[in-house]
């Protein structure tokens, strides 16, 4: 089971797209994907068809009452209209859970350990993380093989990325070890001086962090995400599904075997 988290300190830069996006290209492969959803603000969850204010069931009480066996963790995984794809949904009761457990001895690992009770039900694991760091992002990154950062290209999304890194920097420190990321540019838009300047900019800051490819602006991200499906489901031949496969090929040829 890989583990991969989609994760920037800046809201609207792609992350959900993102990881719906890449989730619907490997259940059309076959594969077993599993959604977590650490925002308070669900967008995930709003994506995917369930009204996180109406769940009887959510992330938040997956942290209060930890399972101890897969059953107890299957409780709280919902099914989705989309085949091969399951969600662990969000709810506003997160953002609680910095002040109620954010002291709590050995949280920063909490999603990695209950992760292994179903790592044998699922080949991929996707999670998407609020823009602010505290325990849900914490938990996120420290469960994970590898960080996707999708950032928009223009200045002030690259300036964000900054924080995002310095971030990361100073978890390998306390964990004594290294993460692997890739950096994603987001609504690319060649006809912009900014989108030119910025993907520049990323390419001269980060050199091999960064995909060598774009995700362009295409309004047909917009059209899925009213019809609650992922882009390649939607419209398989459009310039947002193409990037993204390009992107998920790119990823699975660097994992190792």
Same mark, same amino acid.
């Given at each position: 089971?890989?583990?991969?988290?989609?994760?920037?300190?800046?809201?609207?830069?792609?992350?959900?797209?993102?990881?719906?996006?890449?989730?619907?290209?490997?259940?059309?492969?076959?594969?077993?994907?599993?959604?977590?959803?650490?925002?308070?603000?669900?967008?995930?969850?709003?994506?995917?068809?369930?009204?996180?204010?109406?769940?009887?069931?959510?992330?938040?009480?997956?942290?209060?009452?930890?399972?101890?066996?897969?059953?107890?963790?299957?409780?709280?995984?919902?099914?989705?209209?989309?085949?091969?794809?399951?969600?662990?949904?969000?709810?506003?009761?997160?953002?609680?859970?910095?002040?109620?457990?954010?002291?709590?001895?050995?949280?920063?690992?909490?999603?990695?350990?209950?992760?292994?009770?179903?790592?044998?039900?699922?080949?991929?694991?996707?999670?998407?993380?609020?823009?602010?760091?505290?325990?849900?992002?914490?938990?996120?990154?420290?469960?994970?093989?590898?960080i996707l950062v999708p950032v928009q290209t223009e200045f002030l999304a690259a300036k964000g990325l900054e924080r995002m890194i310095k971030t990361l920097q100073i978890m390998q420190k306390s964990r004594?070890?290294?993460?692997?990321?890739?950096?994603?540019?987001?609504?690319?838009? $060649?006809?912009?001086? @900014? =989108? &030119?300047?910025? *993907?520049?900019?990323?390419?001269? /800051?980060?050199?091999? #962090?960064?995909?060598?490819?774009?995700?362009?602006?295409?309004? $047909?991200?917009?059209? @899925? =995400? &009213?019809?609650? *499906?992922?882009?390649?489901?939607? /419209?398989?031949?459009? #310039?947002?599904?193409?990037?993204?496969?390009?992107?998920l090929n790119y990823l699975l040829q660097i994992e190792p075997n």
């Amino acid at each position: 089971m890989l583990v991969w988290t989609v994760a920037n300190q800046k809201g609207g830069v792609g992350k959900t797209t993102t990881v719906v996006s890449l989730a619907g290209l490997l259940a059309e492969r076959g594969f077993r994907v599993l959604l977590i959803d650490t925002d308070p603000h669900a967008s995930l969850t709003s994506y995917l068809q369930y009204d996180s204010d109406q769940l009887p069931v959510s992330l938040f009480d997956l942290f209060t009452e930890p399972a101890e066996n897969k059953a107890e963790l299957a409780q709280v995984i919902l099914p989705t209209e989309i085949h091969n794809i399951s969600l662990i949904p969000a709810s506003m009761a997160l953002a609680t859970l910095d002040r109620v457990l954010g002291n709590k001895e050995g949280m920063g690992l909490f999603l990695k350990k209950q992760l292994l009770l179903v790592e044998d039900d699922y080949d991929f694991v996707l999670i998407d993380c609020p823009p602010v760091l505290g325990v849900m992002m914490v938990n996120a990154l420290a469960a994970c093989e590898r960080i996707l950062v999708p950032v928009q290209t223009e200045f002030l999304a690259a300036k964000g990325l900054e924080r995002m890194i310095k971030t990361l920097q100073i978890m390998q420190k306390s964990r004594n070890d290294h993460f692997e990321y890739c950096i994603i540019p987001t609504m690319f838009d $060649k006809r912009t001086r @900014a =989108s &030119l300047n910025t *993907l520049k900019d990323l390419k001269n /800051s980060y050199a091999n #962090r960064v995909w060598n490819g774009v995700v362009p602006v295409d309004t $047909k991200f917009r059209d @899925a =995400s &009213l019809k609650h *499906l992922p882009i390649s489901s939607h /419209s398989r031949n459009c #310039r947002g599904a193409f990037a993204y496969e390009t992107l998920l090929n790119y990823l699975l040829q660097i994992e190792p075997n």
